[in-house]
C-alpha cells in the first residue's frame, strides 16, 4: 500500500470508529457555531447539586426544607418587586443570600443555600430550564 493508501485507510478507520460512538464527523455550518451551543441546564441541575436540595422540574431533592423549585415560573417573577423572573432566578443562585426565600423553611442546623461558582453561561442555562417547565 502507498503511504497516501495507508492514509486513507486510517482515515477511514477512523470515520468509522466516530460513526459508531455518535461523534459528529459532519462540519458544523457557519449559521450555528458550536461556540454559543447552549449549555444543558437540566445536567447541570443534577452536575451543581442543585437537585440535591431543591425539587426541580424532573428530580426529588433529598430534603424538604429548601424551596421546591419544580414550578419556578410560577413564583419567581412575584418574589420581589420590579424584577422580572430571570432576574429574580439569576440573582438567587448568583448571591444566594441577597434574598432569603419564603419557602425555606429552616430546620435545625439546616445552612442557607451556599455560593456557587457558575458561569454567566451555565447560570443563565439553569435559569431557563427552570423556566422552560
Ligand atoms: C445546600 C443546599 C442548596 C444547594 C446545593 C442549592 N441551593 Fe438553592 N437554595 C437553598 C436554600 C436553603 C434556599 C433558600 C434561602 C435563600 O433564598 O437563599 C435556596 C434558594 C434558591 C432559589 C430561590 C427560591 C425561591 O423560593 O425564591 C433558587 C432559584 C435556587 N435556590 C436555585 C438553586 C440552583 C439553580 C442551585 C444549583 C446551582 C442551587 N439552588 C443549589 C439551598 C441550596
New binding site residues.
Given amino acids: 500500500m502507498t503511504k497516501t493508501g495507508v492514509a486513507a485507510a486510517i482515515s477511514a478507520v477512523i470515520i468509522a470508529a466516530a460513526a459508531l460512538v455518535g461523534w459528529d464527523t459532519v462540519s458544523t455550518p457557519s449559521s450555528a457555531p458550536a461556540s454559543t451551543t447552549a449549555l444543558d441546564g437540566a445536567a447541570?441541575?443534577r452536575a451543581?447539586?442543585?437537585a440535591?436540595?431543591?425539587t426541580g422540574p424532573d428530580s426529588q431533592a433529598l430534603f424538604l426544607?429548601?424551596?421546591n423549585?419544580s414550578d419556578?415560573a410560577s413564583?419567581?417573577g412575584e418574589?420581589r418587586s420590579g424584577m422580572s423572573a430571570e432576574e429574580?432566578?439569576t440573582e438567587?443562585?448568583r448571591v444566594?443570600?441577597a434574598?432569603?426565600?419564603?419557602?425555606?423553611r429552616p430546620n435545625g442546623p439546616?445552612?442557607?443555600?451556599?455560593t456557587?461558582n457558575?458561569s454567566d453561561a451555565e447560570i443563565e442555562a439553569?435559569v431557563s430550564y427552570?423556566l422552560s417547565d
Fill in positions: 447541570l441541575f451543581k447539586g442543585c440535591t436540595c431543591h426544607e429548601f424551596p423549585l419556578a413564583f419567581a418574589r429574580y432566578l438567587s443562585i444566594p443570600n434574598f432569603i426565600s419564603p419557602e425555606f439546616t445552612a442557607n443555600m451556599p456557587l457558575l439553569l427552570l
